[in-house]
């Protein structure tokens, strides 16, 4: 009863603290060196004059058996309930570990098989500062179908510098959310040279080697990852040149390139692209679709040419060579440039039939 009282009862003289060095003590923990220091304490039940050091009681078997109890228990019910979330622990505590013994031990028991990505691509969306729905509504689609892929596949949305205050604020706040936007260093343009600055960037951005295939795509074009991805899969990996050739009304036989709509190549042609930029520096100037098609003509590149026609085309409409209506097998439609061709092409691939039902909207 002594002790109870003088640990709660204390003072210090020259801090005139109540409570926490004495306490410190009676917790096993270090008092702050001022109090400790200090000769004489006074407390209401004991004498002012004289100090007494008051000895930290050891827990007993039994008290430390009662606090350790409800932890234990604790842990087992984590355990059961929740075994998936104490393997990610497990495994991020052994993340920063160097390779060797230390790092091993550390997730030893939890190791996770991982399979390694049919390719990596990496989906370049040329877009404007200003468009933050599309960029959502875009993050949204590709981001619902991720968990059906067999490859990587990451979606970044370039644009040039950026001039509105305005805009760079709200732009701003996107790269701290998503993470997925990339300035480069041009005039904001559209066939003056923006896509010559997005290729020549990559290798920079990403490192070497961090893709197998790059893709220049719009933001009023929609991508079905997995066809494209299987469609990818059978690509050859070097010297590809992948998309919807067009003129699409006929076969010219010369001068047919890929449509700007959604094209691929492999990152041997990004980095000759990079190479070859005394050669193209002042040829970036045109639809940027047939400018690409012209430095690989000129140096002969892009031999490997995959043409995916039918299965990329323009949306449903009158007087558009490319345009047929939306069949099952698609990989991309182009031309959804407002809300009700997105939702239209989104409603026939059955886009929402894994919304579950739920009081508080409909189910479409």
């Known amino acids: 009863e002594a002790y109870t009282v003088a640990v709660h009862g204390a003072e210090c003289f020259r801090c005139t603290s109540r ?38 009681p050891a827990p007993s078997v039994s008290t430390a058996t009662l606090l350790l109890l409800p932890l234990a228990l604790l842990a087992a019910v984590l355990m059961v309930v929740y075994p998936n979330e104490f393997a990610l622990q497990s495994s991020l505590a052994g993340a920063g570990c160097p390779d060797g013994a230390s790092g091993i031990s550390v997730a030893a028991h939890h190791v996770v098989a991982q ?32 968990p059906n892929l067999t490859a990587r596949v990451d979606v970044r949305f370039f644009f040039c510098r950026i001039e509105s205050v305005e805009q760079r604020l709200l732009v701003a706040l996107e790269a701290m959310r998503y ?70 009304d006929y076969v010219r036989g010369w001068n047919e390139y890929m449509s700007g709509m959604g094209y691929v190549i492999s990152w041997d042609l990004v980095e000759w692209i990079v190479a070859a930029a005394d050669q193209i520096r002042n040829h970036t100037v045109g639809p940027e679709d047939r400018t690409l098609y012209s430095w690989f003509s000129g140096a002969g590149k892009a031999k490997n040419r995959m043409d995916v026609k039918p299965a990329m085309y ?51």
């Not at 004991?46 to 050091?53: D, G």
């Not at 691509?121 to 179908?145: D, I, N």
């Open 19 to 56: 409570c926490v060095v004495l306490l410190c003590i009676s917790t096993g923990l270090t008092p702050c060196k001022p109090c400790s220091e200090i000769a004489e304490w006074r407390t209401p039940f004991a004498m002012k004059s004289q100090h007494r050091k008051l000895p930290t």
């Open 179 to 248: 993470g997925d936007v990339v300035e480069l260093d041009c005039p904001e343009n559209m066939d003056n040279g923006k896509t010559h600055s997005y290729f020549s960037s990559v290798p920079a951005l990403f490192g070497a080697g961090a893709y197998d295939f790059v893709m220049k795509t719009d933001d009023d074009t929609f991508f079905r990852l997995p066809q494209l991805a299987e469609s990818l899969g059978r690509a050859p990996r070097e010297d590809l040149y992948y998309g919807c050739m067009v003129p699409c």
């Open 314 to 364: 323009d949306f449903p409409q009158r007087g558009a060579p490319c345009a047929h209506e939306l069949v099952p097998d698609t990989i991309a439609v182009h031309r959804l440039k407002n809300n009700f061709r997105w939702s239209t092409t989104l409603k026939y691939f059955n886009f929402t039939a894994g919304l579950e039902p739920s009081k508080f909207y409909r189910v479409v």
């Open 115 to 146: 399979v390694a990505p049919d390719f990596r691509l990496l989906m370049g969306v040329l877009t404007l500062p200003s468009r933050y729905e599309r960029r959502h509504l875009l993050r949204t689609v590709y981001a619902l179908q991720q």
